[in-house]
């Protein structure tokens, strides 16, 4: 477990920061850049839990779990064999968000349209953090362009975004009070 007894460090005072290796890199170094996105996704999702109870709280606790998980696994080089093996994604993870899309999925009526974020505040908050997982999947699979990354780690941030498009559709009491986009409404 972590313990943090202090919070400043001034290590990063010159714009550099530590990966979980010891490594110095710039802060904007693609690897942090990607694991900072996820953080975000995290931030974005404690705002939704705000506004989740039951069954759809719970998946977000474990869901905010598995992203610290992420941002670890992102924040350490990969490396085939390492002496001391780091945190990563499994593929236990991705399974269970897929397990849960389905499951959700099962309870709701096929879309015949785009949904625009809305409907419910918590439906809201799930698309806002729906946008953000896209953009931490981008940074993600730019820093894998680069270096290597475990592949799991990519198919849970893929997945994850799909998860809180239906567990925004849950939230709007099943999808019936989605926002479609009506195309071309306003011309």
Same mark, same amino acid.
């Given at each position: 477990m972590v313990k943090l007894t202090r919070i400043y460090t001034r290590g990063g005072d010159k714009? !550099? $920061? /530590?990966?979980?290796?010891? $490594?110095?890199?710039?802060?904007?170094?693609?690897?942090?850049?990607?694991?900072?996105?996820?953080? !975000?996704?995290?931030?974005?999702?404690?705002?939704?839990?705000?506004?989740?109870?039951? !069954?759809?709280?719970?998946?977000? /606790?474990?869901?905010?779990?598995?992203?610290?998980?992420?941002?670890?696994?992102?924040? $350490?080089p990969f490396e085939d064999k390492p002496k001391y093996p780091p945190l990563r994604i499994v593929e236990a993870q991705v399974e269970r968000l897929e397990r849960e899309i389905d499951a959700m999925n099962a309870g709701l009526a096929p879309l015949n349209s785009f949904i625009l974020p809305g409907g419910t505040a918590l439906a809201a908050h799930l698309h806002l953090g729906r946008t953000v997982a896209r953009r931490a999947e981008r940074a993600i699979t730019l820093l894998a362009a680069h270096e290597s990354v475990n592949d799991a780690a990519i198919r849970y941030i893929n997945r994850l975004s799909d998860h809180l498009f239906v567990l925004g559709r849950k939230a709007n009491e099943d999808g019936a009070r989605d926002v479609l986009w009506i195309p071309g409404a306003n011309r």
């Amino acid at each position: 477990m972590v313990k943090l007894t202090r919070i400043y460090t001034r290590g990063g005072d010159k714009g !550099e $920061t /530590s990966l979980g290796d010891g $490594t110095r890199v710039p802060k904007h170094a693609l690897r942090v850049a990607a694991y900072g996105e996820v953080d !975000e996704a995290n931030a974005v999702l404690g705002l939704a839990r705000l506004h989740a109870a039951g !069954e759809i709280d719970v998946m977000l /606790s474990r869901i905010q779990n598995d992203l610290f998980d992420l941002g670890a696994d992102l924040c $350490t080089p990969f490396e085939d064999k390492p002496k001391y093996p780091p945190l990563r994604i499994v593929e236990a993870q991705v399974e269970r968000l897929e397990r849960e899309i389905d499951a959700m999925n099962a309870g709701l009526a096929p879309l015949n349209s785009f949904i625009l974020p809305g409907g419910t505040a918590l439906a809201a908050h799930l698309h806002l953090g729906r946008t953000v997982a896209r953009r931490a999947e981008r940074a993600i699979t730019l820093l894998a362009a680069h270096e290597s990354v475990n592949d799991a780690a990519i198919r849970y941030i893929n997945r994850l975004s799909d998860h809180l498009f239906v567990l925004g559709r849950k939230a709007n009491e099943d999808g019936a009070r989605d926002v479609l986009w009506i195309p071309g409404a306003n011309r």
